[in-house]
């Protein structure tokens, strides 16, 4: 089993910067991709960057230049760097772990953290 629990939402000025941390515990697999989604209200969930186990990073257009994603693999910890955030990015973030056993994939989530960005 995966449990992954996020923290580090909250509310912030437009310009200001966040970051959401992610806490994964259970059978973690080194080869495991992790990455942020998120979803806004009526919105579909999709994806804000994820991060592979050698390192390689992916990032949505709407996050480029602003968000930075990294990962603590021995201490089974994600992160999220959210800088000059916008009102567009207010949404329910959650942590995702994605793994590949014998060419199927599995996905397990998080709760998830709200993140506000208003004046």
């Known amino acids: 089993q995966v449990q992954l629990v996020e923290s580090g939402g909250g509310l912030v000025q437009p310009g200001g910067s966040l970051r959401l941390s992610c806490a994964a515990s259970g059978s973690i697999f080194s080869s495991d991709t992790m990455g942020w989604y998120r979803q806004a209200p009526g919105k579909q969930r999709e994806l804000v960057a994820s991060?592979?186990?050698?390192?390689?990073?992916n990032y949505a257009d709407s996050g480029k230049g602003r968000f930075t994603i990294s990962r603590d693999t021995a201490k089974h910890m994600l992160f999220l760097q959210m800088n000059s955030l916008k009102p567009e990015d207010t949404a329910v973030y959650y942590c995702?772990?994605?793994?590949?056993?014998?060419?199927?994939?599995?996905?397990?989530w998080g709760q998830g953290t709200q993140v506000t960005v208003s004046s």
């Open positions: 995702n772990i994605h793994r590949i056993v014998f060419s199927r994939g599995y996905d397990y």
């Open positions: 991060i592979t186990n050698g390192g390689s990073t």
